[in-house]
């Protein structure tokens, strides 16, 4: 049932990937730390974009091309879109969440958001001094369209959508998708598509990320912290039609992409190779990983489609408490309680390498028994 109620601005949203805060607790080094709780590529960077920022040194002296041409027309080439005036740089995808609530939204407004959701969207909304109406998920975890159409035709004013969802790992049919996006552009209400983590998933054909010119309303997020792992780079990208996008970029900060981000990004964005290696490894995992957790008594796995596989514990158990014994390991979870609709039975880890997915196995099994 979709709900409407008060809430506070928290002094930040929770997330995965605490390593150096786990570290310093335990008095360890962070390299020890074996992180399932961030869905970042076990690949690593490409070793291209490694290069570059060496080969980019020289840049740090000077400010960055405040216009990000080179970078987003590579983003655009990189989606299929044939201008780099659709893009919008961010310092990470963090920062085009906020800039979409900014200039989404007045005072006073309500914006719908599905949940479980990353919880940077519910953090934006409130600070630009929104409110939220949220929508649960059906059983299957999956994204109830019906009652964000519902919640469409009350009149709200911004939807925030993830496919694949975050920390669901399940992805929204297309119908579905373009369906809903018609009917708030009938609306005039702008739509935030995050597709994060769209290039882990098996359906090639499920992005909407070429599509920004036929729906004025949408603003798709994009990111190379997740499928390129350049995470402490902070750097990211979104995608609209060029009225919107322009509308977007007034609005940000100057200078918010440092150099050697960009220079990077170019570099990750332009590597085939790697992206068709981090697909096989990322699929050939998910599915060992899922299967194995399957077989472990106690532990409920919704199905991922994603790199990243949310957990339910049986009665009895809480995230809170495993993700303790795990640390006692050296290895790190994500909690789920932090999102609204989950309780502290679930938790979510990511797909890494065998070796990784293997240890993490064999620490669950003795953990649950």
């Not at 792992?229 to 970029?249: D, H, M, N, P, V």
């Not at 194995?292 to 532990?299: A, H, P």
């Not at 994603?306 to 339910?312: G, Q």
Request: proline share 6%; net charge positive.
């Amino acid at each position: 049932m979709p709900t409407s109620a008060a809430y506070s601005l928290p002094d930040q949203a929770t997330h995965g990937g605490e390593i150096f805060e786990v570290a310093r607790r335990l008095k360890v080094d962070p390299k020890e730390i074996l992180d399932f709780s961030s869905n970042i590529n076990p690949l690593g960077p490409p070793l291209v974009a490694i290069r570059c920022i060496q080969e980019s040194i020289w840049l740090v002296p000077h400010y960055p091309d405040i216009s990000y041409y080179t970078f987003r027309k590579a983003a655009a080439e990189y989606v299929g879109l044939p201008s780099p005036e659709n893009v919008v740089e961010g310092n990470g995808s963090t920062e085009l969440i906020y800039l979409f609530a900014d200039v989404s939204l007045r005072e006073g407004d309500k914006a719908i958001i599905p949940v479980p959701s990353f919880g940077e969207y519910q953090r934006a909304v409130l600070r630009r001094g929104g409110r939220l109406f949220t929508v649960p998920c059906r059983k299957d975890f999956g994204v109830d369209m019906e009652g964000v159409a519902g919640a469409l035709a009350e009149g709200y004013k911004a939807l925030f959508l993830s496919n694949p969802s975050n920390p669901s790992s399940r992805t929204i049919p297309k119908k579905d998708l373009l369906r809903t996006i018609e009917l708030a552009y009938d609306r005039g209400v702008p739509v935030l598509l995050d597709e994060t983590f769209i290039e882990f998933t098996d359906d090639h054909g499920l992005s909407l990320s070429n599509r920004v010119n036929e729906f004025p309303n949408l603003f798709v997020l994009r990111s190379l912290t997740k499928t390129f792992a350049l995470t402490g780079l902070r750097i990211g990208y979104g995608l609209a039609s060029q009225k919107f996008a322009e509308r977007l970029r007034k609005a940000k900060l100057p200078w918010s992409v440092n150099v050697l981000a960009q220079e990077a990004g170019i570099a990750a964005l332009n590597d085939s190779d790697y992206l068709e290696r981090s697909k096989k490894l990322i699929a050939k995992e998910r599915e060992f990983l899922y299967s194995e957790l399957k077989t472990i008594e106690g532990l409920n796995p919704v199905r991922p489609e994603a790199n990243f596989v949310l957990v339910n514990l049986a009665k009895g158990n809480t995230a809170k408490e495993l993700k303790s014994s795990l640390l006692r390991k050296r290895i790190l979870i994500r909690d789920c309680s932090s999102f609204e609709g989950l309780n502290g039975s679930y938790f979510r880890v990511c797909v890494r390498l065998r070796n990784q997915n293997a240890t993490l196995l064999s620490a669950l099994r003795e953990a649950i028994s």
